[in-house]
């Protein structure tokens, strides 16, 4: 096999393995519910739509709407026709993978011809495999992959296809490739003026001769992408983006930018727009900042993404930056260049040993970007999509429904369904035959409201119940159906099979409830906490008002969840008072970014108001089970440690025996437009009379009351003073509400009797204390 054999084969290699990766990664995340109805059917639906007679009609909310109100995304109508080798959304997840992979062929063919043969020196054609893989392993290009399905993806091959054929003067194929662009949706063609500005001019205006060929070719597809983005966005999606949505522009225009460019300057503070702008230019290794002005072919999408509203689009989480990849990449190559050329005036030479260190540590840079941020096994955020017999049974109920009858299926479960005229997504459910619900997974949709609706479907004699398994629930509409009740199937997924907790523990609720442990479900990147937490019961059935309250709260004893507002999706439907003596139920909390530091803490109450617990077999009512510290992406999992960060030492004495032994201010200055927490520690030496009420004042240097906070004793619960034992220590936790104006101030405390106003005196004789002096700004 000669050398140039061996470079492609390579390369082919690449390819392929892209090819094959992403689509099985994408497939696996599809089949275990880990895509949904935005962005995937609503796509999807359209061009299944269209391929049979209804263009790009798609169901939007409770009607049916063609997909052009939202985007003009032609391209899409050829790519229907893949659907005729195979009647699945996962064929779509292929082509984009692969659409995305080819990309690499033109960026062989441009590293090639600039490097291989540049001045006096020759860099070996194999190192220039390099910029391929540095393409393939872009986090930006990847992550377009993983968004479900978009027509942006499409665009990133023909734009270096498109820029290939244009610097070989190849015009024909070049105009080819610009069409595809321009197919591939209404603000695409903006990329097209940018590829003929530099045709025609280089960017330099001193560049304009009309006699030239690439002149005329470049003023040719300027005007053609202004013209052709002018029809798209104004002529046909704005009309009906009017009429559908009420905009006078396309909604992405109307909802994510300021129509006056002053108010997008003020967006460039935000640091997560450098992070993101920092971040596009390490997937080249820094490459590319060496050839600015290549960067200009996709000045519009950077202007678009660095100034939209919308945090997708500078996340480089989704779609947006894909094309933005493209460009990175030329730019890297003549950056490369650059680089080469500028060493060999410094040095007078130029070795093949230069080029292969400067090649080399882009690459290394580009490569440690992708173990952050990437997609694939190198990168630690990486999230596996692991099917389960939950989402194995899916299957199981898709089977049932017709497919050709109007459905109405929760987001998840949506994008399975979606080859048919009509697909709601739940709760919507209007003209639909079927209803199919995943209760554990219905987002943006509080799991009463979803109990609600669905019970009431079941009592209201309109619907048949054809099956329901392990929080799935399929539904027929039918006349003089008698109400029904749910299997006990059904609430499987409440239920652990021979649970192994992570952290295990024997905590007793009232001698009736065992919490056996708990699972923490930590997502690193996004700095998302979830807990699991497994429990039994010895009796059944239990009262009906008890609750479990699963709590996360801060070093400060502030709560971060509210229980009764997010409680578990388990208990909503299968509540302790349905319970069996002896099987294991799981609750799961809410994905919540928690904080730095923080704890979690465990109750039964009776009721709806935590006021009322079950007394603990460790004792109190209450306990925490785990404190949390996050450091970066390591969330380290302590025994209950309150709190981490302890108060200093103190000793202010009170009259009855109550001492003050610890104060923690926060650092200062403190941020005006945050809350100020304050935590204290108290110790009595005797049972106290009476449950004074604590006052917290923050005073200007005139003794002016700026801010106060009068309230009861409280470190997550409150705790009132005639419950504490002597010579037992007490957190306390007490906030002073923002906005705060900025300025200098003292703070003071003091205790009173709420019923008599009556102050409790320190053993000094004064009624208030200063704890110290806090800057804010």
């Given at each position: 096999?000669?050398?140039?054999?061996?470079?492609?084969?390579?390369?082919?290699?690449?390819?392929?393995?892209?090819t094959v990766y992403f689509s099985a990664y994408t497939i696996q995340r599809h089949d275990t519910l880990h895509s949904y109805t935005a962005d995937l059917s609503l796509i999807d639906q359209a061009m299944w739509n269209t391929l049979h007679g209804r263009f790009m009609e798609a169901t939007w909310g409770d009607h049916q709407q063609p997909r052009t109100a939202e985007h003009f995304e032609p391209i899409l109508i050829p790519l229907a026709a893949l659907f005729w080798l195979w009647d699945d959304v996962r064929i779509l997840l292929i082509a984009q993978a692969f659409a995305l992979a080819i990309g690499a062929l033109p960026i062989f063919?441009?590293?090639?011809?600039?490097?291989?043969?540049?001045?006096?020196?020759?860099?070996?054609?194999?190192?220039?495999?390099?910029?391929?893989?540095?393409?393939?392993?872009?986090?930006?290009?990847?992550?377009?992959?993983?968004?479900?399905?978009?027509?942006?993806?499409?665009?990133?091959?023909?734009?270096?296809?498109?820029?290939?054929?244009?610097?070989?003067?190849?015009?024909?194929?070049?105009?080819?490739?610009?069409?595809?662009?321009?197919?591939?949706?209404?603000?695409?063609?903006?990329?097209?003026?940018?590829?003929?500005?530099?045709?025609?001019?280089?960017?330099?205006?001193?560049?304009?001769?009309?006699?030239?060929?690439?002149?005329?070719?470049?003023?040719?597809?300027?005007?053609?992408?202004?013209?052709?983005?002018?029809?798209?966005?104004?002529?046909?999606?704005?009309?009906?983006?009017?009429?559908?949505?009420?905009?006078?522009?396309?909604?992405?225009?109307?909802?994510?930018?300021?129509?006056?460019?002053?108010?997008?300057?003020?967006?460039?503070?935000?640091?997560?727009?450098?992070?993101?702008?920092?971040?596009?230019?390490?997937?080249?290794?820094?490459?590319?900042?060496?050839?600015?002005?290549?960067?200009?072919?996709?000045?519009?999408?950077?202007?678009?993404?660095?100034?939209?509203?919308?945090?997708?689009?500078?996340?480089?989480?989704?779609?947006?930056?894909?094309?933005?990849?493209?460009?990175?990449?030329?730019?890297?190559?003549?950056?490369?260049?650059?680089?080469?050329?500028?060493?060999?005036?410094?040095?007078?030479?130029?070795?093949?040993?230069?080029?292969?260190?400067?090649?080399?540590?882009?690459?290394?840079?580009?490569?440690?970007?992708?173990?952050?941020?990437?997609?694939?096994?190198?990168?630690?955020?990486?999230?596996?999509?692991?099917?389960?017999?939950?989402?194995?049974?899916?299957?199981?109920?898709?089977?049932?429904?017709?497919?050709?009858?109007?459905?109405?299926?929760?987001?998840?479960?949506?994008?399975?369904?979606?080859?048919?005229?009509?697909a709601y997504t739940f709760p919507t459910v209007k003209n639909a035959d079927f209803v199919l619900v995943d209760v554990t997974d219905v987002p943006g949709k509080h799991p009463n409201d979803v109990r609600a609706t669905l019970l009431s479907m079941l009592d209201s004699g309109g619907w048949q119940l054809l099956d329901a398994a392990d929080g799935f629930i399929l539904l027929k509409k039918s006349d003089g159906t008698t109400p029904q009740s749910l299997p006990d199937a059904f609430f499987d997924f409440a239920r652990a099979e021979n649970p192994?907790?992570?952290?295990?523990?024997?905590?007793?609720?009232?001698?009736?409830?065992?919490?056996?442990?708990?699972?923490?479900?930590?997502?690193?990147?996004?700095?998302?906490?979830?807990?699991?937490?497994?429990?039994?019961?010895?009796?059944?059935?239990?009262?009906?008002?008890?609750?479990?309250?699963?709590?996360?709260?801060?070093?400060?004893?502030?709560?971060?969840?509210?229980?009764?507002?997010?409680?578990?999706?388990?208990?909503?439907?299968?509540?302790?008072?349905?319970?069996?003596?002896?099987?294991?139920?799981?609750?799961?909390?809410?994905?919540?970014?928690?904080?730095?530091?923080?704890?979690?803490?465990?109750?039964?109450?009776?009721?709806?108001?935590?006021?009322?617990?079950?007394?603990?077999?460790?004792?109190?009512?209450?306990?925490?089970?785990?404190?949390?510290?996050?450091?970066?992406?390591?969330?380290?999992?302590?025994?209950?440690?309150?709190?981490?960060?302890?108060?200093?030492?103190?000793?202010?004495?009170?009259?009855?025996?109550?001492?003050?032994?610890?104060?923690?201010?926060?650092?200062?200055?403190?941020?005006?437009?945050?809350?100020?927490?304050?935590?204290?520690?108290?110790?009595?030496?005797?049972?106290?009379?009476?449950?004074?009420?604590?006052?917290?004042?923050?005073?200007?240097?005139?003794?002016?009351?700026?801010?106060?906070?009068?309230?009861?004793?409280?470190?997550?619960?409150?705790?009132?003073?005639?419950?504490?034992?002597?010579?037992?220590?007490?957190?306390?936790?007490?906030?002073?509400?923002?906005?705060?104006?900025?300025?200098?101030?003292?703070?003071?405390?003091?205790?009173?009797?709420?019923?008599?106003?009556?102050?409790?005196?320190?053993?000094?004789?004064?009624?208030?204390?200063?704890?110290?002096?806090?800057?804010?700004?």
């Amino acid at each position: 096999m000669n050398h140039t054999r061996l470079q492609y084969t390579i390369l082919a290699i690449f390819i392929l393995a892209f090819t094959v990766y992403f689509s099985a990664y994408t497939i696996q995340r599809h089949d275990t519910l880990h895509s949904y109805t935005a962005d995937l059917s609503l796509i999807d639906q359209a061009m299944w739509n269209t391929l049979h007679g209804r263009f790009m009609e798609a169901t939007w909310g409770d009607h049916q709407q063609p997909r052009t109100a939202e985007h003009f995304e032609p391209i899409l109508i050829p790519l229907a026709a893949l659907f005729w080798l195979w009647d699945d959304v996962r064929i779509l997840l292929i082509a984009q993978a692969f659409a995305l992979a080819i990309g690499a062929l033109p960026i062989f063919w441009l590293a090639k011809r600039e490097l291989s043969h540049y001045s006096r020196f020759t860099i070996h054609d194999s190192l220039l495999l390099l910029f391929p893989a540095m393409y393939l392993l872009a986090p930006p290009l990847q992550a377009a992959t993983v968004a479900d399905f978009h027509a942006d993806p499409f665009v990133v091959a023909p734009l270096l296809f498109a820029f290939w054929y244009a610097t070989e003067k190849r015009w024909g194929w070049m105009w080819f490739w610009a069409l595809i662009i321009m197919l591939v949706k209404e603000n695409m063609p903006t990329l097209v003026v940018m590829l003929g500005l530099f045709v025609g001019f280089r960017f330099r205006v001193s560049n304009f001769k009309l006699k030239n060929p690439e002149t005329r070719h470049g003023i040719g597809l300027v005007a053609v992408g202004i013209l052709w983005f002018a029809v798209a966005t104004f002529a046909i999606v704005a009309p009906l983006a009017q009429r559908y949505f009420g905009t006078d522009a396309p909604i992405y225009l109307a909802s994510r930018f300021s129509p006056n460019p002053l108010d997008w300057l003020p967006l460039l503070r935000d640091p997560a727009r450098w992070r993101y702008l920092l971040g596009l230019l390490a997937t080249t290794g820094g490459l590319a900042i060496f050839a600015p002005h290549y960067l200009l072919l996709g000045l519009p999408i950077f202007i678009a993404n660095t100034f939209s509203n919308y945090p997708g689009q500078f996340s480089g989480e989704q779609h947006y930056s894909a094309p933005l990849v493209a460009v990175l990449m030329i730019a890297a190559i003549y950056g490369t260049k650059n680089i080469i050329r500028i060493s060999s005036r410094i040095t007078h030479h130029a070795s093949r040993r230069q080029s292969f260190i400067i090649i080399l540590i882009a690459f290394t840079i580009a490569t440690f970007y992708h173990t952050q941020m990437g997609w694939t096994p190198l990168s630690r955020r990486t999230e596996i999509y692991t099917a389960t017999p939950h989402t194995r049974l899916l299957s199981r109920f898709t089977a049932q429904i017709p497919p050709d009858a109007p459905v109405s299926a929760s987001a998840a479960i949506n994008p399975h369904l979606a080859h048919r005229t009509v697909a709601y997504t739940f709760p919507t459910v209007k003209n639909a035959d079927f209803v199919l619900v995943d209760v554990t997974d219905v987002p943006g949709k509080h799991p009463n409201d979803v109990r609600a609706t669905l019970l009431s479907m079941l009592d209201s004699g309109g619907w048949q119940l054809l099956d329901a398994a392990d929080g799935f629930i399929l539904l027929k509409k039918s006349d003089g159906t008698t109400p029904q009740s749910l299997p006990d199937a059904f609430f499987d997924f409440a239920r652990a099979e021979n649970p192994v907790p992570q952290y295990p523990l024997d905590i007793i609720f009232g001698g009736k409830i065992h919490l056996l442990g708990f699972d923490v479900l930590d997502a690193p990147f996004e700095q998302q906490t979830r807990a699991r937490f497994y429990w039994q019961t010895s009796e059944s059935p239990l009262p009906a008002d008890v609750r479990l309250w699963t709590q996360f709260y801060s070093d400060n004893g502030i709560p971060l969840s509210d229980p009764m507002l997010q409680p578990a999706v388990e208990t909503v439907w299968y509540p302790p008072e349905k319970w069996r003596a002896g099987e294991t139920i799981h609750t799961t909390t809410l994905p919540q970014n928690l904080g730095n530091e923080f704890h979690a803490a465990v109750a039964a109450v009776l009721g709806d108001s935590p006021a009322v617990r079950l007394p603990l077999s460790t004792g109190g009512d209450w306990a925490t089970v785990a404190s949390f510290r996050r450091d970066g992406w390591s969330l380290q999992v302590l025994p209950p440690t309150v709190p981490l960060s302890p108060p200093e030492k103190t000793d202010i004495a009170f009259e009855n025996g109550l001492r003050l032994t610890g104060i923690r201010l926060p650092p200062s200055p403190h941020p005006a437009s945050e809350p100020l927490a304050i935590v204290l520690r108290w110790e009595t030496s005797a049972p106290l009379p009476i449950d004074y009420t604590i006052f917290l004042h923050m005073t200007d240097a005139d003794g002016n009351v700026i801010a106060q906070n009068d309230a009861q004793p409280r470190w997550l619960f409150e705790n009132p003073m005639t419950r504490w034992q002597p010579g037992q220590p007490v957190l306390d936790s007490h906030t002073l509400a923002a906005p705060l104006p900025p300025g200098n101030y003292r703070l003071r405390l003091g205790l009173y009797n709420w019923q008599t106003l009556e102050r409790l005196p320190l053993s000094d004789g004064q009624d208030t204390v200063e704890l110290g002096t806090i800057r804010i700004k």
